[in-house]
């Protein structure tokens, strides 16, 4: 789920699925849309697995979260990232993620919701993948879906954020003495 654009890596991801499913146990949904979403139909094609690829270009959040439930797992090949909204939105449904260690994810991604690997490595990636293909069903969606609630639950981010509040209004009180 992301913008098409390098800095998302689906160049990547696209390769690393045809490495990882070179017959047809698999199929790859990429929501969003951008500009290099015709040099990815070519990539899919070029490698053969067009077939089992579906851009489904840009979803409103209702259409996110039904292709997330409707998903066995989240894959995010981002070559950077601060944060990573998908993986959260796709944690809160349960899902166990493969993710790149681009930054946001590195603090996101635990052993028991998912997979990390370098960014930019499609043999990593692709190996992830698979993995996670075979071990998709030892992940308990009830346990992410819990966990990602209680780092990143509505009610955990607004004490933070009022946390952070007092602290600057406590502090910017103090230098006006």
Known sequence: VGFLRPV??????????????????ARLVIAGDGPLRQALEARALALGVDDRLELAGMLSR???????????ALALSSRRETFGVALIEAMACGLPVVATRCGGPDDIVEPMSGLLVPPDDTPALAGALARMRQSVSDYDAGAIRRRCLERFGEEVIAARYGEVYREVAADHAARRR
């Not at 890596?9 to 146990?25: E, Q, T, V």
């Not at 209702?62 to 997330?68: A, F, I, N, P, T």
Request: zero cysteines; hydrophobic letters at 45%.
């Open 8 to 25: 998302k890596g689906f160049d990547r991801l696209i390769d690393a699925f045809a490495l990882a499913f070179p017959d047809y146990s």
């Open 62 to 72: 209702s259409e996110v979260r039904d292709l997330l439930r409707a998903s066995h």
